[in-house]
């Protein structure tokens, strides 16, 4: 079974950046798998963020669009998700996961954005 490790995550002002990262306990899954960010806030449904594919092609959902980039380090065997712009909307637990989601859920890694 695959473990799903992210971090990264914090307390920001509006408007400011992160960048979180996913450690996977099999490196294969990037190579093996399209891979993804969700988040999930309170009351809400887990929702698919932005995903990159195995050979390097990303797509975002809208509302991401434009502010947050996925990244993938082979050599290192992480996944990154780089937030900037951050909105209070932007608050949620993150997790990392191939898309569609195959593998237990990690943690996550909690992101709270507010002034």
């Known amino acids: 079974q695959v473990q799903l490790v992210e971090s990264g995550g914090g307390s920001v002002l509006p408007g400011g950046s992160l960048t979180l990262s996913c450690a996977a306990s099999n490196s294969a899954i990037f190579s093996l798998y399209a891979t993804g960010w969700y988040r999930q806030a309170p009351g809400k449904q887990r929702e698919v963020l932005a995903g990159?594919?195995?050979?390097?092609?990303?797509q975002y959902a809208d509302d991401v669009q434009g502010r947050f980039t996925i990244s993938r380090d082979d050599a290192k065997n992480t996944l990154y998700l780089q937030l900037n712009t951050l909105k209070p909307e932007d608050s949620a637990v993150y997790y990392c996961?191939?898309?569609?989601?195959?593998?237990?859920w990690g943690q996550g890694t909690q992101v709270s954005v507010s002034s």
């Open positions: 990159i594919t195995t050979n390097g092609a990303t």
């Open positions: 996961n191939t898309v569609p989601d195959t593998f237990s």
